[in-house]
């Protein structure tokens, strides 16, 4: 790795689809083993942030780098550092299970044996040993969100990024998740993930970032970004006379 503390570091990045603008002059780093949140309303830019991040999407100015890699003019080397935990299901529909995480390992230049030994594992971790010949389609959709995390883990990346990896998963599984990534944080993996849970940045971040129609709003570590009075919303509910 070229620059070894940190991982991630956008430099006003902007971003246009068409003619509106989803990202305004982003800038922000996230450093080696972070473990970062960002936060952000529907549409506020962080799908979009995170595929401009993993070579998804282009941007139009600004500069994006992966552990001191460009991601535009290096991109092989720094996609190779990041496993991507994504907000849709795309899997290929006709692979099983085990065949789809020891192709995906295949694009990272890991051979078929240990592509293999490296799936079985992984199924067994996110307790999905007993669908390993079946089809995603055969899955709930928990465990299709355990499945993609199986294949953004399959190449052992650097950086996890995760675009809200337990919207829509029970309680068992989303402690479950908690604890793996809790786990990969402490053993060094840097961790960027979004969620819309404050729970969840509470519990598990080290650092937040929130972005608001495509712009950064804060960033800061998450005891100061979590006391920022300027952040807090006050809900009223006016119901009409008795
Ligand atoms: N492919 C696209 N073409 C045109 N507009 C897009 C495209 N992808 C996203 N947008 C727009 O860009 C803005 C940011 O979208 P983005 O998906 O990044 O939001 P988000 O913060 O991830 O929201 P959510 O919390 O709902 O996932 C939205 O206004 C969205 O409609
Ligand atoms: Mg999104």
Sequence with gaps: MRNSEIAIALSKVTKFYQKFQALDNVSFEVKRGDFFAFLGPNGAGKTTTINCLTGLSNHQSGEIQVFGYDTTREYIHSRRLIGLCSQEFNFDPFLTLHQLL????????????????????????????????????????????RLLLCRALIHDPEILILDEPTSGCDLELKFLTWDYLTQLNKEGKTIFLTTHYMEEAEKLCKTIGIINHGRIVRIGDKKSVLQDKSLEAVFLEVTGPE
Excluded at 114 to 124: I, K
Aim: proline share 2%; aromatic share 12%.
């Design 102 to 145: 020891v192709y995906q390992a295949g694009y990272f230049g890991i051979l078929p044996w240990e592509a293999a030994r490296r799936a079985d594992r992984l199924l067994e971790r996110f307790q999905l040993t007993e669908k390993r010949n079946c089809k995603h389609r055969a899955l709930s959709s928990g465990m299709k969100k």
